[in-house]
C-alpha cells in the first residue's frame, strides 16, 4: 500500500521568505508524484508532477527517491501562494490510478 | 478553459435516505473518479471508473454506493442509505491523456 506523509499542517512565512512543503511517501513500486493547491473557496488545482520537471508560479519540487520525499519549494514567497497544499502519488506499476492524498498543509504567508 | 462541474453545492439530507451527486467530467476525458474529503481530514479515493466500469474502488466504496454514466456526460455517485459518517465534501475528477486529473469544486454533503 501507498501513503503520503505531509508533517506539518500549518506552515507560516514572512512575504519574501523561502518556503519549502515537506513531502515524503512510502511506495515499493515507481510512483509518480503530484502537489495540488487549493486556494480559498476554490477547487483542487494541480500545482506540479514530477514527470514534467517544470516550475509553476516559482515552485519547483524535486523527487528524491533515495529519501522518498518530494518537498515542494519556492525562493521567495507571495501573499498570492496563501493556500492548502496537498501532495499526493499515483502507482506507475501496478496498474491503477487513482491518488493517495497526504493530509495537507496550510500555508500562510504573513506581510 | 473546460472544467469538471459539480452539482449541487450543497446537500442536505436525512440518515437513511437516498442521495445523487451529479458531476459533468470534461468532454474528452475517459477515466472518472470520486473521491471523498471528511471534515479536517485527507482526501480520500472512492472509485475509479473507465469505459463504462468500475476499474478500481476502495474499502470505502461498500454496496451502499454505486456510480453510473446515465448518458454521455454525467457521472453520477449514488448513496442509498445515508449515514452520519457519509458526511463529507465529495469531489469528481476526470483525467486527461497526460495523466493528470481534473477535480471539481466538490458537493458537501450533510447527513442529518
Known amino acids: 500500500a501507498q501513503r503520503v506523509t505531509q508533517p506539518e499542517k500549518l506552515l507560516s512565512v514572512f512575504k519574501g521568505a523561502p518556503v519549502e512543503l515537506k513531502c515524503n511517501y512510502s511506495y515499493s513500486g515507481s510512483p509518480e508524484l503530484f502537489w495540488y493547491v487549493q486556494y480559498s473557496r476554490q477547487r483542487l488545482q494541480l500545482l506540479l508532477r514530477h514527470i514534467s520537471r517544470e516550475s509553476i508560479k516559482g515552485f519547483t519540487a524535486d523527487l528524491n527517491k533515495g529519501e522518498t520525499s518530494f518537498h515542494l519549494k519556492k525562493p521567495f514567497a507571495q501573499e498570492e501562494d496563501s493556500a492548502m497544499y496537498y501532495c499526493a502519488l499515483r502507482r506507475l506499476t501496478g496498474g491503477g490510478n487513482k491518488l493517495t492524498f497526504g493530509t495537507g498543509t496550510q500555508l500562510k504567508v504573513e506581510l | 478553459e473546460p472544467e469538471v462541474t459539480q452539482t449541487p453545492s450543497h446537500q442536505v439530507t436525512q440518515m437513511g435516505q437516498e442521495v445523487i451527486l451529479r458531476c459533468v467530467p470534461i468532454s474528452n476525458h475517459l477515466y472518472f473518479y470520486w473521491y471523498r474529503q471528511i471534515l479536517g481530514q485527507k482526501v480520500e479515493f472512492l472509485v475509479s471508473?473507465?469505459?463504462?466500469?468500475?476499474?478500481?474502488k476502495s474499502e470505502i466504496f461498500d454496496d451502499q454506493f454505486s456510480v453510473e454514466r446515465p448518458d454521455g456526460s454525467n457521472f453520477t455517485l449514488k448513496i442509498r442509505s445515508t449515514k452520519l459518517e457519509d458526511s463529507a465534501m465529495y469531489f469528481c475528477?476526470?483525467?486527461?491523456?497526460?495523466?493528470?486529473?481534473?477535480f471539481g469544486p466538490g458537493t458537501r454533503l450533510l447527513v442529518l
Open positions: 475528477a476526470s483525467r486527461d491523456a497526460a495523466g493528470t486529473q481534473y
Open positions: 471508473f473507465y469505459n463504462n466500469e468500475i476499474s478500481e
